[in-house]
């Protein structure tokens, strides 16, 4: 009974949002990634991943708390990630008969 207390108090006092926001683009400008995906703790940057660069950490406590296997792990994720939203995008397009521009 006591564990459960101190398990809803601190879920209660220390509510956390983890979120992560992901950008493709079927046809994009030179200079930009088709896909963009970024992790964000309590609205602020924790992680970046393009699909021109591998995913990196963007906050110090995850610099200095996470191994470089977490990081291949994730940029394989994204990578799929990266596959999945571009089928998506080209369903898109051939659904609404956009053919690009």
Known sequence: SSLLAFFLSVFLVCPHSLRYFYTGMSEPSPGLPAFMAVGCVD???????????????????????????????????????QQVFRMALDTLQKRYNHSGG
């Open 43 to 81: 609205g602020k940057t924790i992680m970046r991943y393009s699909s021109e660069q591998r995913a990196e950490p963007r906050a110090a406590w995850m610099v200095a708390n996470v191994d470089q296997q977490y990081w291949d792990h994730e940029t394989q994720n994204l990578q799929r990630s």
